[in-house]
């Protein structure tokens, strides 16, 4: 399913014909980028993590890419996934954009599929951890309402979706 286009940019569903485009992506990270989305150091996939990553739709949630139109093949410039079933009370919302394409609106686009497909998937709140230096998404959470409070592995932030 295709959720957004333009025409340079595709948000849709991954699929497990992505894997070598996500390994890519996971590969062209930054560090910093790498760690604030993983919490780990960066290291290649295995191919059991992108089995995991490039498994569109599970029991335990979703997962989406978007991709560049523009190059060929077209590549994996973000990745986003919501952890927990349908109507979960809680669901863990997880995002990373490539960095050359950050601070560009990607990640605020990526934000707004996560949470309105929390709201199609009737999922109560999306919880998110945010690494106390991503200054960036920390401003996003703020700007935009988010309730943002001080973790113990950093921020936190809890955003209402649905009414039970």
Known sequence: MVTHTTPT???RAVRPSDAVAVARFLEGLSERSYYRRFSAPQQ???AAELDQLTDPDTHDGVRWVAMDLSTHPHSVVGLAQLFGPVGAEVAEGALVVADPQQR???GSTLCRHLLRLARERRVGRVWGLVQRDNHTMLRFARKNGYPVRHGELGYEICVPVCQP
């Open 104 to 106: 560009r609106g990607l």
């Open 9 to 11: 940019l595709q948000i």
């Open 44 to 46: 290649p996939a295995t």
